[in-house]
């Protein structure tokens, strides 16, 4: 794909930065990518992903061998090298609050202002709490040389882990807050080749496109506690969640995307950027316009205790000594990203019951290591079942869809299976004389 030839930064190369480094380079600009993390800047120079994403690798591989992407520790580099810089770093949640921390925003903004000797554009990309961008163009005066003539602009990613290099390079909207047509003429120019396929282009103020993001998380996660709330009313009416989901997504206001019941939402976004939209609401004086938020995630976070609960009464009340194997330890497939991870808060929280656990995932198992040593972990599938007393299924990898219950039947103490995630044929498994349970769907007896 070929693009306008432009000098960019991209500072921070996580998991936004490394995906967005890369593909502007692929598209033809000359990109240098800048990390404090020494260790990480030499992997993606040699051409490393530091994570696991499909589609990365190779377009990695292309951009550093191209040598249109470079890669330092110094932001005075990317200030003399770069006519455009992307803020990528990361926005947690801080520590004892719900509300986004800002830390590492406002050091690669400070990092960068005071090398700014010439006029320039910077754009933040991360996802940050609305009236941010308007406090961080006054920072950017203030301590760049250059003073007034470096702006600022906000272009809102939109990614999703297991697709971030498609909705990077073949992305369904693009937002841009522009105070100045200058500004949006520039990121214009580094979207060409987007924008000459079609992708629509949306310019707003600088909150509007602050909001674009978290109010669509917010989204989102509502649609997915919503039909959760529902599953746990067709457990108590004996109805199918999945057979309503799919009567329901028919209607063209609805849509079938995000009406999967199951475990629940996780990973590094929704669940703190709902939580940082309700704190600045809060803020502003408008949290009971989002109260709502509140109970989503209440609903989220309570769905991974009804699975800890579906396990211990197909174990007959007590975990307690009980094998359990589980299947998944990444928040979702095709991602190694164990943040916040329904599946393995699961694990985690059925081995305090007392269970001996042993969690597989095809990808996962460094990061979910890290976080929860006290688990077992294995990279053989029927070597996580073996003499199971319940199988967990917890993340929806195409290989456990693709299991055969007769064969795995043959491994486990006692074929028992939850499926947390409401994809697997429960026909199917109930042919091979499994007892399936899953959420809104009661327990079927093989």
Not at 201 to 225: G, H, M, Q, W
Request: negative net charge.
């Amino acid at each position: 794909m070929a693009g306008t030839d432009m000098r960019i930064s991209v500072i921070g190369t996580g998991y936004l930065g490394a995906v967005h480094a890369a593909c502007l380079a692929d598209i033809g600009h000359d990109v240098l990518g800048v990390d404090v993390d020494a260790a990480k800047i030499e992997a993606l120079a040699a051409g490393q992903a530091p994570f696991y994403e499909p589609g990365l690798s190779d377009v990695l591989s292309r951009a550093v061998g191209s040598g249109r992407l470079r890669l330092s520790i110094d932001p005075a580099q990317a200030a003399e090298f770069a006519d455009v810089h992307f803020i990528c770093v990361g926005t947690p949640q801080q520590p004892g609050s719900q509300a986004a921390d800002l830390t590492y925003v406002h050091a690669a903004i400070d990092g960068l202002a005071r090398h700014l000797r010439r006029p320039t554009l910077v754009v933040g990309k991360s996802t940050v709490p609305v009236g941010t961008a308007a406090a961080l163009a006054r920072r950017l005066a203030e301590l760049a040389p250059a003073g007034e003539g470096v702006e600022l602009a906000w272009n809102p990613e939109f990614l999703r882990e297991g697709y971030a290099v498609a909705d990077t390079l073949t992305p369904d909207r693009l937002v841009v807050g522009a105070r100045s047509d200058a500004a949006d003429e520039a990121l214009r120019e580094v979207y060409a080749p987007m924008l000459a396929a079609g992708v629509p282009y949306i310019r707003t103020d600088l909150a509007t496109a602050e909001l674009v993001k978290v109010a669509a998380n917010a989204f989102l996660a509502t649609k997915i506690s919503f039909i959760n709330a529902v599953a746990d009313v067709c457990d108590a009416a004996g109805a199918d969640v999945v057979r309503l989901a799919e009567a329901m997504g028919h209607d063209a206001r609805i849509g079938r995307r995000f009406l999967g019941a199951g475990v629940g939402f996780g990973g590094g976004c929704l669940p703190k950027d709902i939580r940082a939209f309700l704190a600045r609401a809060r803020e502003l004086g408008v949290a009971d316009s989002l109260a709502f938020l509140a109970e989503v995630d209440t609903i989220n976070t309570g769905r991974r205790r009804r699975v800890v609960e579906l396990a211990r009464e197909l174990v007959g009340g007590s975990l307690h000594g009980r094998n359990v194997a589980v299947l998944g330890a990444a928040f979702k497939p095709d991602s190694d990203d164990v943040r916040d991870s329904p599946a393995l808060a699961v694990a985690a929280a059925v081995q305090a019951r007392g269970a001996n656990v042993r969690v597989h995932d095809p990808a996962a198992i460094d990061n979910a290591r890290a976080v929860f040593p006290e688990l077992d972990y294995t990279t053989d599938v029927a070597k996580a079942c073996e003499r199971a007393d319940v199988v967990l299924h917890l993340t929806e990898w195409r290989e456990y869809r693709d299991l055969e219950p007769e064969s795995l039947a043959k491994v486990v103490a006692h074929a028992r299976i939850v499926d947390g995630r409401n994809v697997l044929s429960l026909e199917r498994w109930e042919a091979a004389n499994w007892t399936v349970a899953a959420l809104g769907r009661g327990r079927r007896q093989g």
